[in-house]
């Protein structure tokens, strides 16, 4: 019998979702600049192009990657071993932490593009399409901003909330 088993499911699925090769959010100004990312991965492509830099990047997140698939292994020798309850919550606040980038951008576009491009309104919270204008030099200037979450995404939420919630109950 596992003493802890809802820690234990959190650590294993800690390790699933470091093994996910997929991204989490993707984001896209006006087709020009799209970035994939996640914990462990970030493309970057302009005007269709891969940039060369998001390789030398996802070789520091592929090492992270790992980081934390050891970290979640050995707190589960721990538990199924040595019977001691660990929990790491790196992926719950990390998932969490993503649901703040739409405002992060916001906060961005409205107070720190504003100082150098008038007329700047850019939503507060997108999730999915929405059109952004500002005025520039007296031309009127429309992007279309994309903001989606993926599927990944939403599984490894899910996965934070799982830790949250064994490392709060001191039983499981």
């Given at each position: 019998?596992?003493?802890?088993?809802l820690s234990?499911?959190?650590?294993?699925?800690?390790?699933?979702?470091?093994l996910l090769p997929y991204c989490w959010w993707?984001?896209?100004?006006?087709?020009?600049i799209k970035i994939d990312d996640s914990l462990f991965l970030l493309n970057i492509y302009f005007e269709g192009?891969?940039?060369?830099?998001?390789?030398?990047?996802?070789?520091?997140?592929?090492?992270?990657?790992f980081y934390v698939i050891?970290?979640?292994?050995?707190?589960l020798y721990l538990i199924l071993r040595r019977g001691e309850k660990r929990n790491y919550l790196l992926i719950a606040w990390a998932s969490l932490f993503y649901i703040l980038d739409p405002v992060i951008i916001y906060i961005i576009f409205n107070y720190i593009f504003s100082h150098f491009i008038q007329g700047v309104t850019y939503p507060f919270f997108i999730i999915g399409q929405e059109s952004v204008e500002f005025t520039d030099s007296g031309y009127q200037i429309t992007m279309l901003i994309q903001s989606y979450p993926t599927f990944t995404y939403w599984f490894s939420l899910a996965v934070g909330i799982i830790n949250l919630i064994s490392r709060f109950l001191k039983k499981y």
């Open positions: 019998m596992i003493k802890y088993p234990t499911l959190a650590l294993i699925l800690n390790v699933v979702v470091a993707t984001y896209s100004v006006g087709g020009i192009q891969y940039l060369y830099i998001s390789n030398f990047i996802n070789m520091i997140l592929f090492a992270f990657r050891a970290v979640s292994l050995y707190f």
